[in-house]
C-alpha cells in the first residue's frame, strides 16, 4: 500500500519520517483499537462482510484515525481520497464528488476521508449528504471533536460514530519495538527511561514516534535513565483545551471527586487543570457552586471556605493562591454531603410557579395602619420567642394551600441537628 510520501510524488529514497516509515499496512498491525477493528467488532464486521458504512471516527491525536481510513479502502479496493478541512473548500469538495461519480460509472467505489471534519460549517456538512445517500462516495470523516457537539445531526444520522481510545501504554511500547525493528537499531534507554519517554507522549502515538526519532539521533554513549530523557526532551503541554470538551470532562471529573469524597482523586484533577492552563477564579466560581449544591448546610463551613479560597487567589495570585483552592478542594470532599437544600429549593420554585399570586395567610401580615388592623391584618399572630418551646406552630403557607415539605435533612453532619430540630417541631404542630 503507498504510503503519504508515495501519493506525494515523493521517491522511496527521500527521508521519510519513522511515523511513516512504520506506519501499519495491515488492519491487525492497527495497535490499541481492537474494540473496533477486531473481527468480532464493529469495524471488523464491516471488513468481514465487505460492506462498508459512512463513518465518523472521534478520538485524540495520534491513535490511528488517518491510519484505519486508509487500510479500510485498501482491504474494500476502492479509491482513497483524502482531504482535510483545514485546508480544503467547497471547490475540492466538488471535484472530489464529481472524481467519484466517473469512478462510480467504472464501477469502483470511493473511500472519502475527511480529516478534522467538524471544521467545516454547517452548509458544507450538508452538502456531503446526497452523496453519501445516494452511495457515490462512502465518506469516513476524523475529529478530535465531540461529534455530536460539531457535526449536523442530519450528517451523524447517516454515519456511524466510533470513539478511538488513547493508546495506553502497552500499544505504545509496541510502537517503540517496530521503530526498533524498522531502524535495525535499539533505543539507548534504559527501562526507566522508555517509561519516561512512553509517558512523554500522553497517549499519542504519532508524537511518540516523533520523540523516538530524536533519540535515536542523539549521540548517545549510554542508556539513558528517565532523569536523562527528560533533558533532552521538552515536556508536552497535557492534551487540554479550555474551550471544548475535555474542559468539561475535567471539570466534571473534580466534581464527581468532590462530591463522592474522594480527595485524592479531587486534588489529582485539581492540578490537571491547573497543569493545563485553566484560570484558577474558573476553579474556585465551581467549588463554591458545589459547596452550596453538594455539601449546604451538612457544613456550612465549606460554602465560606470555598468562597475564602476564591479571595485568597485573587490576593496572592499564583502559584501561592492555588494552594488555598487545594485546601477548599480536600474540605469539600471530606465534608458530609447534603443536596437537601438544592433539592427543597427547586420544589418550592414548582411549587412557587404552580401556586401564583397566593397572598400569605392574614395573620402574618403587618398591619402599620388602624385601617389594615380593621380587616384583620395580623389578628392572632404569635411571636415564637415568647412560647415556652420558642414555637408556636402557627401556620405560614397562603390560605388554601395544603402545608408542604420541601426541606428534607439528609442526616448528615450538622444536618443531623437540623433533622431532629425539624422533627420535633413537627410533632408539636401536629
Known amino acids: ?70 487500510l479500510i479502502a485498501g482491504h474494500a479496493d476502492m479509491e482513497f481520497v483524502q482531504l482535510s478541512a483545514v485546508f480544503s473548500g467547497v471547490a475540492d469538495l466538488r471535484k472530489a464528488f464529481e472524481a467519484a461519480k466517473t469512478r462510480r460509472a467504472t464501477g469502483r467505489g ?3 476521508f475527511v480529516d478534522e471534519i467538524h471544521r467545516f460549517n454547517r452548509a458544507q456538512q450538508d452538502g456531503f449528504l446526497p452523496y453519501v445517500e445516494q452511495g457515490i462516495v462512502t465518506l469516513i470523516g476524523a475529529t478530535t471533536e465531540n461529534p455530536s457537539f460539531e457535526l449536523n445531526g442530519a450528517l451523524l444520522s447517516r454515519a456511524q460514530v466510533f470513539v478511538l481510545k488513547r493508546l495506553d501504554e502497552k500499544a505504545l511500547d509496541e510502537l517503540l519495538v517496530r521503530a526498533e525493528n524498522s531502524t535495525g537499531q535499539k533505543l539507548p534507554l534504559t527501562r526507566d527511561g522508555r517509561d519516561a519517554l512512553i509517558a512523554f507522549a500522553d497517549g499519542d502515538g504519532r508524537y511518540l514516534l516523533n520523540l523516538a526519532e530524536e533519540i535515536f539521533a542523539l549521540p548517545a554513549k549510554k542508556k539513558l535513565d528517565g532523569k536523562a530523557v ?28 468532590i462530591r463522592g469524597s474522594d480527595p485524592d482523586a479531587a ?29 449546604g448546610l451538612a457544613d456550612p463551613l465549606a460554602l465560606m471556605i470555598a468562597n475564602e479560597a476564591m479571595n485568597t487567589y485573587r490576593f496572592l495570585g499564583s502559584p501561592e493562591g492555588e494552594l488555598a483552592i487545594a485546601h477548599a478542594v480536600v474540605h ?21 410557579k404552580k401556586t401564583g399570586s397566593l397572598m400569605p395567610p392574614a395573620h402574618i401580615l403587618n398591619a402599620p395602619t388602624k385601617m389594615m388592623k380593621d380587616i384583620g391584618y395580623g389578628k392572632g399572630y404569635t411571636y415564637d420567642p415568647d412560647t415556652p418551646e420558642g414555637f408556636s ?24 441537628e437540623i433533622k431532629a430540630r425539624l422533627e420535633r417541631w413537627a410533632a408539636l404542630r401536629a
Do not use: C
Open 230 to 257: 527528560a533533558r533532552h526532551l521538552q515536556t508536552r503541554a497535557p492534551a487540554y483545551d479550555k474551550n471544548k470538551e475535555e474542559h468539561y470532562n475535567i471539570i466534571s471529573a473534580l466534581h464527581k471527586s
Open 332 to 352: 469539600m470532599a471530606t465534608a458530609p454531603k447534603s443536596n437537601a437544600v438544592y433539592t427543597a429549593f427547586k420544589a418550592a420554585t414548582r411549587a412557587a
Open 1 to 70: 500500500m503507498s504510503s503519504l510520501f508515495e501519493n506525494a510524488g515523493l521517491e522511496d529514497a527521500a527521508p521519510r519520517p519513522l511515523a511513516d516509515r512504520v506506519r501499519p499496512q495491515k488492519i491487525d498491525e492497527v495497535v490499541g483499537q481492537d474494540h473496533l477493528l477486531a473481527a468480532h467488532e464493529p469495524i471488523g464486521r464491516m471488513l468481514v462482510s465487505g460492506r462498508i458504512a459512512s463513518m465518523i471516527l472521534w478520538g485524540p491525536p495520534g491513535v490511528g484515525k488517518t491510519t484505519i481510513a486508509r
Open 110 to 112: 470511493t473511500l472519502l
Open 393 to 416: 406552630g402557627q401556620n405560614y403557607f397562603p390560605d388554601g394551600m395544603e402545608r408542604e415539605q420541601f426541606y428534607a435533612p439528609k442526616g448528615e453532619g450538622r444536618e443531623r
Open 267 to 295: 486534588l489529582y484533577w485539581l492540578a490537571r487543570m491547573l497543569a493545563g492552563g485553566e484560570d484558577p477564579l474558573y476553579i474556585a466560581r465551581r467549588l463554591i457552586r458545589m459547596a452550596s449544591e453538594d455539601i
